[in-house]
T-cell receptor, first 116, second 112 residues
Framework: GAVVSQHPSWVICKSGTSVKIECRSL??????MFWYRQFPKQSLMLMATSNEGSKATYEQGVEKDKFLINHASLTLSTLTVTSAHPEDSSFYIC????????????FGPGTRLTVL | SQKIEQNSEALNIQEGKTATLTCNYTNYSPAYLQWYRQDPGRGPVFLLLIRENEKEKRKERLKVTFDTTLKQSLFHITASQPADSATYLC???????????FGAGTRLAVHP
């Protein structure tokens, strides 16, 4: 089956620093990737749609200058949380639909971000 | 407003029984609905997809129904096992988009 990886699996940083999270498709080319955020005991909230070679599409209420998304290749999308604050502490998960099979999402294992 | 509602209370059942989870939605007309399993600290894993023209879908011990009139999907796990303990999420695509919107999930605990 399709595999999506994320790196790092967890990160702790100081307030004010920036953190980059990588999402890779390991056995398929991902023209589209999705970034979600999940707070404890809450649902996955879609943050943005990352499109290879073009600008990301952000959901309402998500600051594009704070959550920078780069999708420079067909196998890699990155999410950078800039000037992180404690309220940005969350579980960040990426997914992709593989392109050919557009109805099923394949999720990465997630990245736990803790901002001190 | 648009909503996807799943029972927020945990469902506790005895091993061997059938677990039934509910997903209700409001002000959506999805072409399909999906169910995912999520274990603590992990990303969701796809289980089943059911389309609007399908009433029921089965996969091994899993069964999903989809009632577009009631705007409801039911997810059943028969002969439940402790290994089935997890949070189960329903998800659907907002009209015209290829992205997914998720419900908050229902935690299932299967006791030996």
């Amino acid at each position: 089956g399709a595999v999506v990886s994320q790196h790092p699996s967890w990160v702790i940083c100081k307030s004010g620093t920036s953190v980059k999270i990588e999402c890779r498709s390991l056995d398929f080319q991902a023209t589209t990737m999705f970034w979600y955020r999940q707070f404890p005991k809450q649902s996955l909230m879609l943050m943005a749609t990352s499109n290879e070679g073009s600008k990301a599409t952000y959901e309402q209420g998500v600051e594009k200058d704070k959550f920078l998304i780069n999708h420079a290749s067909l196998t890699l999308s990155t999410l950078t949380v800039t000037s992180a604050h404690p309220e940005d502490s969350s579980f960040y998960i990426c997914s992709s639909d593989r392109g050919l099979d557009t109805d099923t999402q394949y999720f990465g294992p997630g990245t736990r971000l803790t901002v001190l | 407003s648009q909503k996807i509602e799943q029972n927020s209370e945990a469902l506790n059942i005895q091993e061997g029984k059938t677990a039934t989870l509910t997903c209700n939605y409001t002000n959506y007309s999805p072409a399909y609905l999906q169910w995912y399993r999520q274990d603590p600290g992990r990303g969701p894993v796809f289980l089943l997809l059911i389309r609007e023209n399908e009433k029921e879908k089965r996969k091994e011990r899993l069964k999903v129904t989809f009632d577009t009139t009631l705007k409801q999907s039911l997810f059943h796990i028969t002969a439940s096992q402790p290994a089935d303990s997890a949070t189960y999420l329903c998800a659907l695509p907002p009209s015209g988009y290829n992205k997914l919107i998720f419900g908050a999930g229902t935690r299932l605990a299967v006791h030996p």
